[in-house]
């Protein structure tokens, strides 16, 4: 992966924390008194992204192999690679939160 791939995929991650903090949970006493939302509204929202990243990747490709003349190969190689990245890192943080859930489960009661 090259470093303008990570740039690229850390922008996206910052340009979407204002719209995070911005988000009110219509479930009362789903925010901290900090107003910050729930977890679980952001988790779906990442899971959205990423499943609206990998769908325009597909999209393309499918356009790109039934000859489209307005889609190159690299906007579909790009493309694919944001959904590959989107999806490694939203797997590492299943992953972290697995673990995490497994740490509190063996801790003594």
Known sequence: MSQMQVDSVLAQIRALAPSTAAHRPAA???TSASGVPAFGDVLRKSLDSVNAT???AA???DAFQRGDKSVDLASVML???KAT???R????VR???VNVYQDIMN???
């Open 28 to 30: 009362p006493g789903a």
């Open 54 to 56: 990998q769908q325009s």
């Open 59 to 61: 999209q393309l490709a």
């Open 79 to 81: 493309e694919t690679q």
């Open 85 to 87: 990245v989107s999806f």
């Open 89 to 92: 890192a939203l797997t590492e």
């Open 95 to 97: 992953n972290r939160l």
């Open 107 to 109: 801790m003594p009661i």
